[in-house]
């Protein structure tokens, strides 16, 4: 069989496998520089952690099929933590900010799945620390676009209104402006959205509420913003901190774009890895989605 590995650094190559290979020897060929602990692939995907047990069970005995997308989980400080005082070298997703009693973090980037509910997931993971809430986001958001007919109307959705309310609570369905800004007023919290082709932020409700999260996106998946001793909602009252926190996430979409981690949405082509149709922008990807099913896409 035939598998595509993605992983951290633009790690993307295809890997040929027998029926009795085992996880340990798709890990070995991968060529990840940084130790593997994980894999996940599938729809829903699924995560299979490496242990002793599962690294020398078969691909085909954890359920992995010919033709599958496999993202490798990885460990991005291997060799020392921050604390050591070492001058260990980050990731792209990553950077060192120095907190104003001398402490010295790291603000990085927390992956949530592509399954195409990312941006819930991403939401769900800064507020809950849980992404299985996902889909009451997307619940709450249907709900409210329901409740609201005349906010929420058939030209502003770009559908009829109770269309909407059931196309958005599909898994399949993806979210942007609307339900981040109904979110946003439902959990009482601002929502930071990152552009990371356009180095910038759009800030939802940041007026109304203090408390604040950042996401990151790269113009077709979302991801979590993180200190590395987990916090992840901020309070824009303590300016020098807000101010650490904007900008070093800045400074990792300014490393992401200059590495090719970031999709122009009105420019950029998106290839459907299903079909092989070449889509542009995130209107386009979302469409094909809707009306084909296909969930697994990939900048062309």
């Known amino acids: 069989m035939k598998v595509k590995i993605s992983g951290p650094q633009g790690l993307n190559k295809v890997l040929t496998l027998g029926p009795d290979d085992t996880l340990e020897q798709l890990v070995e060929n991968s060529g990840s520089s940084l130790p593997v602990i994980g894999v996940r692939f599938g729809y829903p995907p699924q995560k299979v952690e490496c242990t002793e047990e599962t690294l020398q069970a078969s691909v085909d005995s954890l359920g992995v099929s010919s033709g599958e997308k496999i993202t490798l989980i990885t460990e991005e400080f291997p060799e020392a933590k921050i604390d050591d005082g070492l001058d260990v070298k980050l990731p792209v997703t990553a950077t060192r900010i120095v907190l104003p009693e001398g402490q010295q973090r790291v603000l990085e980037v927390h992956q949530v799945p592509d399954d195409n509910s990312c941006l819930f997931h991403a939401i769900s993971y800064c507020n809950y620390k849980d992404i299985s809430i996902s889909p009451q986001l997307r619940s709450l958001v249907s709900e409210q676009v329901l409740a609201d007919p005349v ?150």
């Not at 109904?182 to 759009?202: H, P, R």
Request: proline share 1%; net charge negative; hydrophobic share 40%.
């Open 151 to 300: 906010t929420y109307s058939d030209a502003v959705l770009d559908r009829p209104n109770h269309e909407y309310a059931k196309w958005i609570l599909k898994k399949e369905s993806w979210g942007g402006g609307i339900e981040i800004a109904i979110i946003s007023k439902k959990l009482g919290i601002a929502i930071y959205v990152l552009d990371i082709d356009a180095q910038q932020f759009e800030k939802f409700n940041e007026d109304q509420f203090d408390p604040f999260i950042v996401i990151m996106f790269n113009g077709v998946h979302y991801d979590a913003i993180e200190l590395d001793d987990g916090k992840t909602v901020f309070d824009k009252r303590d300016l020098f901190y807000t101010e650490l926190i904007l900008t070093g996430a800045l400074e990792i979409a300014r490393q992401m774009k200059k590495t090719g981690h970031s999709f122009n949405t009105r420019k950029d082509n998106i290839i459907c890895n299903v079909c092989q149709k070449t889509l542009v922008g995130e209107r386009e990807v979302a469409k094909h989605a809707e009306s084909t099913g296909h969930v697994d896409f990939g900048q062309a």
